[in-house]
């Protein structure tokens, strides 16, 4: 399992580009849709923190993977199906400031 999931993170994208309007988007997205859960301040609510301190610790690619996969018997849901993976990593850098 291990070395699939290093395989995966492996294929993601290092660096994010989408159009400036998709991060716009993406922005507005990560504010209501991921502020519902984490707070719209980003905070913590139902979900932890994603302020740059408490992600800190965390990688850009872990992030995207817990971003498109989410996390099984959480409340956090795979947004696979509605992102790509450079989007995804598009939403770990913001959330990182990288």
Same mark, same amino acid.
Not at 48 to 72: C, K, N, S
């Given at each position: ?13 290092? +660096?994010?580009?989408? +159009? ?31 302020t740059v301190d408490a992600l800190a610790p965390a ?40």
């Amino acid at each position: 399992m291990r070395s699939l999931l290093a395989l995966v993170v492996l294929a993601l994208p290092c +660096a994010a580009e989408v +159009a400036p309007e998709r991060a716009k988007a993406l922005e507005h997205m990560v504010i209501q849709d991921c502020g519902s859960c984490h707070g719209l301040t980003l905070k913590g609510g139902l979900g932890r923190a994603l302020t740059v301190d408490a992600l800190a610790p965390a990688d850009a690619e872990g992030l995207a993977l817990i971003i498109l996969d989410g996390v099984p018997g959480t409340a956090m849901p795979p947004w696979r199906p509605l992102l790509t993976e450079e989007e995804a990593m598009w939403i770990a850098h913001y959330l990182k400031k990288d």
